[in-house]
Structure formats: structure tokens, C-alpha cells
């Protein structure tokens, strides 16, 4: 009697359905990851070597654009495009950038950290992408790029949002962060405009075990600002063009990457998979599903679905052995960060952050967890 309660103890704690598991995530390729390590190891060489190299034009090439710069991180990244931008004189302090209101803070971070003014525009509340229609509005004479991000692994509707930039002769800065391999029509997400910034952020579509981002682009003056800016501000050792910083992936994280980036397109395929399922299976009107625009256009870094309730939901859920998270709980314009934006109202963006719930999903996730937490879901 005593042992069956125990035993059911502990089964329980092995039926939580975990929201991301990195470590069985990682395991996958723990022999490959093994023999990057050592390589570097042995190699004596941890800082732009041939690891780096490799892995950015593997990057570079599986973008399909013709320059991958390793960063430290995804923020970095974004941070040095806008910075490139000042040093080649297309960019200046005052100058507005146009961003989604409902993005990951960084997205406006990377902004402000340049002094320049990031101007916040609403996402459309059922792709949660920056809506097109409302950007023009919000152009000024300040205006110099828009930067749109591909929020939970879906591309924003880039052909207007291009068609837009092109009439008003803005920069078109991806954030890439979330969206890795989506593709519409053959561009994959990193070529859409001037310059992405791209996160190797763990928990990412391709994540390092730790830190580390990108830059892509096709522009070559831009690519090598970039390069030096990163690299203390030199092209050449001790020789400083800029006053640049120290943002550099290592070669341990190119060398680790580089194994989880050939398993990429696979790893999002099994999501796609478990994606199309929610998408067929919820069925309760109480929770709104995601609206995908084109299959390919969606990587599913996150399932995210809405509810009226969503505190209510996500208590429920985790009674019933799910785990659940909120990307993200307070919208940019409600951060203390940015006290002058409190006051402001973003009322799409508010509706967002107080619904959403992202569900479990990633690539070994197993049919019977999925099973559970649509269950779950449909008895709600
Ligand atoms: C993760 C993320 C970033 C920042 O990337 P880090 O590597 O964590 O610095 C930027 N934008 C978005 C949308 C993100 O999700």
C-alpha cells in the first residue's frame, strides 16, 4: 500500500508535461556536441578562429544571405546594426525607429540603447504581428527604418512592410530572434530587409548552450562596420576606427551550433507537426488559437494561444500537470523602463499581454504529452 503511494508520487512528478525540455533537447546530440567540444578544446584557439568561420558561412549560407557576423547575443546584435547605422552616417541621435508595441524588450532596447526614439506601433491582435496598416500613420520626418519582428516564429507580412520602407526610404531592420528557417516564397527569415538580428539564446529555434547571436546581411559596408564595431572598433588588430565594444561569439558556441544547426529544418518539422495538431485539435471557444498565414512562414518557437481568463487557464492547467508560460506579461509601454510610455494606450497589445498563455511544444515532446494537454485543453 505504502509503496503504490510512493510510486504514484513519483510517476506524477514524471507526468508533468514540461514546457521546453532542454536538457532531452540537448541529449539528442550530446555525442556530436561532445566532439565539437574537444575539437575546440584541442584546437588551443577560442576566440575568432575556424570554428567561428565555419559556422558563419553555414549561417550565412543557410540564410541564404551573403554575410553572417557571430555576436555575443541576439540584443547585441540588433544593437550593432543601429550602431553601424550611426557610424556610416544613414542613422543620428533623435532619429525614430518604428517597432511593434508587443514585442520582447529587447526589440526597443536595442533602439534606445543609440539614442534613438523607438516609436511603437500595434500588432494585429491574431497573427500578433506589427500590423502594416498602422505603420504609415506614425512615419514623421524623424522616421529612418521600421523593425519588424517575427514574433513566435511567425515572418510579418514583409512584402508590405517593404513596399512601405521603399516609398518612404527606410531601413529595414529584421528581428530574427525568434523566427529561424521560416521562409515565404522561397527568402528565408534574416533576408527580408537591410539587416537581421538573430538569437542563439538557449531556448531559441537554435540554441546555444548559452549565449551568442547574429548579424545578416547582404550589404558589405554594413557587414564590416559591424565586424569592426564588435571587435573593439578594429578591422586591424590594435589599429581603432570606432570605439567600438567586445561582442563576439566564441568558438565553443560556433562549434556547438554548428551541430544543432544541421538539424535544424528536422527540429522544426517536428514542431510544425505538433503545431498542426493544436491547430486541429483544440476545439473550445473559450481559447483562441494562433492564425498562420502560410505553413512555411511559421517556425513555432511558440505556441501561443489567447483566453479571457488566462490566469484562471493557466492555474488550471498546471493542476492538471502542464506546464505553461506567458511571453509576456507586461507590455514594453507598462515597463517601469519606460516610465515616459505609461500613461500611453496600446490597447491591442494590452488585450495580448493579458490573454496570452504559450503551451508546450518542442521537438521531443511525446505524442501522449501532446495528447494530455489537448485533452486538457478540450475540457476546459
Ligand atoms: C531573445 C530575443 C532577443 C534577444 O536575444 P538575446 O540573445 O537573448 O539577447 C531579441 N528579440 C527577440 C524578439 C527575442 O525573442
Known amino acids: 500500500m505504502i509503496l503504490c503511494i510512493i510510486r504514484d508520487v513519483a510517476t506524477k512528478k514524471n507526468k508533468m508535461v514540461k514546457f521546453l525540455d532542454l536538457y532531452s533537447i540537448n541529449q539528442q546530440y550530446k555525442s556530436e556536441l561532445k566532439e565539437a567540444f574537444e575539437r575546440v578544446l584541442d584546437s588551443g584557439w577560442y576566440i575568432l578562429g575556424n570554428e567561428i568561420k565555419?559556422?558563419?558561412?553555414?549561417?550565412?549560407?543557410?540564410?541564404?544571405?551573403?554575410?553572417?557576423?557571430?555576436?555575443?547575443?541576439?540584443?547585441?546584435?540588433?544593437?550593432?546594426?543601429?550602431?553601424?547605422?550611426?557610424?556610416?552616417?544613414?542613422?543620428?541621435?533623435?532619429d525614430e525607429i518604428i517597432v511593434p508595441s508587443n514585442t520582447f524588450i529587447a526589440s526597443i532596447l536595442a533602439v534606445s540603447a543609440n539614442g534613438l526614439i523607438p516609436v511603437l506601433v500595434e500588432p494585429d491582435l491574431y497573427s500578433y504581428n506589427i500590423d502594416p496598416n498602422l505603420i504609415e500613420a506614425k512615419i514623421t520626418t524623424k522616421t529612418k527604418a521600421i523593425l519588424p519582428v517575427h514574433l513566435y516564429g511567425q515572418l510579418c507580412d514583409m512584402a508590405n512592410i517593404n513596399r512601405i520602407a521603399k516609398k518612404h526610404n527606410l531601413k529595414v531592420i529584421e528581428d530574427a530572434a525568434q523566427s529561424q528557417g521560416a521562409t515565404i516564397n522561397g527568402t528565408r527569415s534574416g533576408n527580408f530587409g537591410d539587416a537581421a538580428g538573430h538569437s542563439f539564446y538557449p531556448g531559441k529555434n537554435l540554441g546555444a548552450l548559452g549565449?551568442?547571436?547574429?548579424?545578416?546581411?547582404?550589404?558589405?559596408?554594413?557587414?564590416?562596420?559591424?565586424?569592426?564595431?564588435?571587435n573593439y572598433g578594429s578591422h586591424i588588430k590594435y589599429k581603432n576606427k570606432y570605439?567600438?565594444?567586445?561582442?563576439?561569439?566564441?568558438?565553443?558556441?560556433?562549434?556547438?551550433?554548428?551541430?544543432?544547426?544541421?538539424?535544424?529544418?528536422?527540429?522544426?518539422e517536428i514542431k510544425r507537426n505538433i503545431a498542426n495538431r493544436y491547430l486541429s485539435e483544440i476545439r473550445n471557444e473559450k481559447i483562441k488559437l494562433p492564425k498562420v498565414s502560410e505553413q512555411s512562414a511559421h517556425v513555432w518557437h511558440l505556441f501561443v494561444i489567447r483566453t479571457e481568463d488566462r490566469d484562471h487557464l493557466q492555474q488550471y492547467l498546471t493542476g492538471n500537470d502542464i506546464q505553461t508560460v506567458i511571453h509576456y506579461p507586461i507590455p514594453p509601454h507598462k515597463q517601469e523602463a519606460y516610465k515616459e510610455w505609461n500613461g500611453l494606450n496600446y490597447p491591442v497589445s494590452e488585450q495580448i499581454h493579458a490573454e496570452v498563455l504559450s503551451l508546450p511544444l518542442s521537438p521531443v515532446i511525446r505524442d501522449e504529452e501532446v495528447n494530455k494537454v489537448i485533452e486538457a485543453l478540450n475540457n476546459y
Open 243 to 268: 570605439k567600438g565594444i567586445n561582442s563576439r561569439l566564441d568558438e565553443l558556441q560556433a562549434a556547438l551550433l554548428g551541430v544543432k544547426l544541421k538539424r535544424l529544418d528536422a527540429d522544426t
Open 211 to 230: 549565449d551568442g547571436g547574429a548579424v545578416t546581411t547582404n550589404d558589405d559596408e554594413l557587414a564590416s562596420a559591424i565586424r569592426a564595431i564588435a
Open 54 to 94: 565555419q559556422f558563419e558561412a553555414d549561417y550565412a549560407a543557410y540564410c541564404g544571405t551573403k554575410h553572417a557576423i557571430g555576436v555575443a547575443n541576439g540584443l547585441d546584435a540588433l544593437i550593432l546594426i543601429i550602431r553601424a547605422y550611426k557610424e556610416l552616417g544613414v542613422f543620428e541621435e533623435g
